[in-house]
Structure formats: structure tokens, C-alpha cells
């Protein structure tokens, strides 16, 4: 296979194409801590783009509850012990050598599912990515084990935990929405034998040509995150398609001007725990450096906005700020050795950080960059951070401000919620 430069596992790697990079590349922050599994997102994308016959168990946005949850059901845990039986050594990382081009997590050090498809091939014969297919029963249920928590209390009493107790809570889960990554490298596009799937070179979404498409389901197999999807009616794949149309900026009723705006999944977040974009990228496949850009603001100059299972190796474009409460092994295996860092801080933002985090769900259209106007202080707080000790968080209400690809100012937002008390004349519960 040809080698290919992956920056989330600080090395090469084996990829079964060449290299190749779109001019802008979607990608997506999401930020667990604050959703609430309400499924919105869920239902947005449904109802838009899989209420047909044979689309029913399609689910190209699912939210499932962590640990026990998924859709399809236990894709990851099967993933990570098909990978574990693949590196014996285990999937270390060495993060003592870092920087911030190449390398912001370390090295990983183990296969990824290409080279652990290249060094081992299964007796069947050599595949393109290590992967397996769901069963039918294993694509049932969109959000099996619903909230159901994990933790001390686990292994004691009752199969799946009980529920959270007072005064303090000393079992977890949490909401993992999950979209398409539109990988760079994706398993999915790697794994077809008939070449049905593309990443567009305008903006880097991963589209599967149904015309070309034989249903072989090897897409289904490759992608490690199992969001392409086979329909048996059409007897091809079908996957999320980044609502394409929307990130053209075709519909005009949201984008007057033409410019690009979000997916439905994102604009109809009600936990605002979603910001989407689309990122610069050079020739060479590294990003354009844009610290006011939203996303390379957080992923890339913050490193605050993780990789899923970068591990995997298909260079994922979907980024997560990891939930606090989570069990510190669990989040390295999930978003790899950055946990550490993005939690420490989160747990108590810079003045610069806070206005950002602000834009999450502040606008449909997506924001290409943001100014910050400083306000004056509002107030202190104390904080107690991850390892115990107290910190003072102070904090400004300054004004954050997005553009569009255009230059237009589409959105504004203060870090203090401004407060309205309606005239009690007009309503009649107004106190
Ligand atoms: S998440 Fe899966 S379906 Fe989407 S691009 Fe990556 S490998 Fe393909
Ligand atoms: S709409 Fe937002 S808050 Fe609700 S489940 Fe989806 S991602 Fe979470």
C-alpha cells in the first residue's frame, strides 16, 4: 500500500490510495459535556434524509449513551479488540515527543486498521482496512442502553449499574453524538472495490456514487466508526452526505448571499453543543494556518477539540471536547493522549477560550472567523480542577464575533446572557 502522512497519529502510515487533499475540508466540533441526549439532531437528519422505505434503521446521526450504548451496537468494543488482537504490544502511545504541526498527540505507535490489514492478513485473503460487518440485530436498536451508567458500583450490584446517587455521583455516562467523519483517510472509500466513493476536492465530504455502487457492503466493513450503510431496497450504500446542498450554500432562505451554511443535525442542536466548518488546506495536506477560525482555533492552536479513536488511522474531521467526569483511561482510548490537557482546560477557560466557546449554535451559517471585543469584568469564581486544587476564574463579558466565507458579520454573542423582564401589563404570570 502507499504511505500517507497522518497528523493525528504523528506519523505514516499505509493507506490503499495515494495522497490526495481537498481545497476545504468539512469538519465538526462537538462538545459532550454539554449535550443531553435529547436526539434532536437525530431526528433533524431523519426526517430530512432517510423517511423512506429502506431507510428505516438508518440512522446517519445517532446519539448513544457511553459507555454500554451503540449503534450498531458494540461497533467500537469490537473494533478496539479486533485492533488489540492486531498489536500485541498494545495501542501505545508515546507522547513524550510532540509538536504542534506533526505530531500535537505524540506518535502512536501500534496499527492502524490499514496496517494491520497490510502485516496480517485474515485467512480469507488480504483486505484493504481491518473491519467486520454488524449483524442485522446488531443495527436494531439506534440507542440501546439509554442512559445507563457505569462505575464502582457496576461490578457489585445489578448487571448495568445503578442509577446516580447523592451526595455525590460515583458512576458515569455520557452522550456520544455521532455524525460521518468525512475522514481524510477514510476506511470506507479505501475498502471499495468498485471506486463508488469519493471525497469531493471542494470541500472534502465523503459522497458514495449510487450508480457505481454493486451493495458488496466492503464499504460497511472498512469504516471503523460504521456510518456507511447498506440499503437493501436500493442494494447500495448510502451515508451521511454533510447536507451538501446546505454547505454550498444552496438554500437561501438561510444563506441570503450564497454563503456556506451548517448541516441540520448541527443548526438544530438544543444543547448548542455543536459548531461546524470548513478548514483551509494546503497542497501538501497540512492545514492553512487560521488561528481565527473557529475549528483550527480549537482543535489545532487549543488542541482542545480531540480526534475520535484517532487510533483508527482514517484521520476522522469529527472533534470532541472530552466530558470531565469520564474515567481518564476510557478518554485516552477514545480521543488518545490529549485528554489530560483539554480537560484541564476546560475546566477553567482562558478569558479568549469562553468568548469562543460561545459560538457553538450561535448561527447557522458557518463562521470562518471570529473577533473578540473585550468587555469589562464581571466577576470571579472559584473552580476546583481535575487533580483537587482551586483555581480563580475570572470573568469578562466580552463580545464574540463571526463571519461568514464572505466577510459578512453573521453572528454576536456576549458571554453574559443578557436578562429581559417582560412588561407585567402584557403577561399576566410575569412577576
Ligand atoms: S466515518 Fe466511515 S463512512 Fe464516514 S468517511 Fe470515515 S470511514 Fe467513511
Ligand atoms: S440535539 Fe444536541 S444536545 Fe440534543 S442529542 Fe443532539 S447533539 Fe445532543
Not at 481535575?386 to 463580545?399: A, C
Request: include cysteine.
Amino acid at each position: 500500500m502507499p504511505q500517507v502522512h497522518n497528523w493525528q497519529i504523528g506519523r505514516d502510515m499505509s493507506y490503499p490510495h495515494e495522497e490526495r487533499h481537498p481545497e476545504w475540508q468539512f469538519a465538526l466540533v462537538f462538545n459532550p459535556n454539554r449535550c443531553i441526549g435529547c436526539q434532536t439532531c437525530t431526528m433533524a437528519c431523519k426526517s430530512t434524509w432517510t423517511f423512506s422505505k429502506g431507510q428505516e434503521l438508518m440512522w446517519w446521526n445517532n446519539v448513544e449513551s457511553k459507555p454500554y450504548g451503540g449503534y450498531p451496537q458494540h461497533w467500537d468494543a469490537k473494533l478496539l479488540s479486533m485492533l488489540e488482537k492486531a498489536n500485541p504490544d498494545g495501542q501505545v502511545w508515546d507522547a513524550t515527543e510532540k509538536d504542534a504541526e506533526n505530531k500535537p498527540y505524540g506518535e502512536f505507535s501500534g496499527m492502524t486498521i490499514f496496517d494491520a490489514a497490510e502485516k496480517k492478513p485474515r485467512p480469507e485473503g488480504p483486505q484493504q482496512a481491518l473491519g467486520y460487518l454488524p449483524t442485522d440485530d446488531e443495527w436494531r436498536s439506534p440507542n440501546i442502553h439509554e442512559d445507563t451508567a457505569a462505575g464502582d458500583k457496576f461490578k457489585t450490584e445489578g448487571e448495568y449499574g445503578e442509577s446516580t446517587q447523592l451526595p455525590e455521583h460515583k458512576i458515569w455516562f455520557f452522550h456520544l453524538a455521532r455524525i460521518c467523519n468525512h475522514c481524510t483517510y477514510p476506511g470506507c472509500l479505501g475498502s471499495c472495490p468498485r471506486n463508488a466513493i469519493y471525497k469531493r476536492p471542494e470541500d472534502g465530504i465523503v459522497l458514495v456514487d449510487q450508480s457505481r455502487c454493486r451493495g458488496y457492503r466492503k464499504c460497511v466493513e472498512g469504516c471503523p466508526f460504521k456510518k456507511a450503510m447498506y440499503r437493501p431496497e436500493s442494494r447500495a450504500t448510502e451515508k451521511c452526505i454533510g447536507c451538501f446542498p446546505r454547505v454550498e450554500g444552496k438554500d437561501k432562505t438561510i444563506s441570503p448571499t450564497g454563503a456556506p451554511a451548517e448541516t441540520r443535525c448541527m443548526s438544530a442542536c438544543v444543547g448548542k453543543i455543536r459548531l461546524q466548518g470548513l478548514l483551509k488546506i494546503e497542497e501538501d495536506g497540512t492545514w492553512a494556518k487560521d488561528p481565527t477560525n473557529p475549528l483550527y482555533y480549537l482543535i489545532r492552536e487549543r488542541q482542545i477539540a480531540l480526534p475520535l479513536y484517532p487510533q483508527f488511522g482514517t484521520e476522522p474531521n469529527g472533534y470532541y471536547i472530552p466530558p470531565r467526569w469520564v474515567p481518564r483511561p476510557y478518554l485516552h482510548q477514545m480521543f488518545g493522549p490529549g485528554a489530560d490537557g483539554s480537560i484541564e482546560q476546560y475546566s477553567c477557560p482562558d478569558r479568549e477560550l469562553l468568548a469562543v466557546l460561545q459560538l457553538f449554535r450561535a448561527e447557522r451559517q458557518i463562521v470562518f472567523r471570529f473577533e473578540i471585543e473585550q468587555g469589562k469584568k464581571v466577576g470571579e469564581i472559584e473552580v476546583t480542577m481535575p487533580n483537587g486544587d482551586s483555581k480563580t476564574q475570572e470573568l469578562y463579558n466580552d463580545t464574540i464575533i463571526g463571519f461568514n466565507k464572505l466577510g459578512e458579520e453573521v453572528a454576536r454573542v456576549a458571554v453574559e446572557e443578557p436578562t429581559f423582564e417582560r412588561p407585567a401589563e402584557a403577561h399576566v404570570n410575569s412577576i
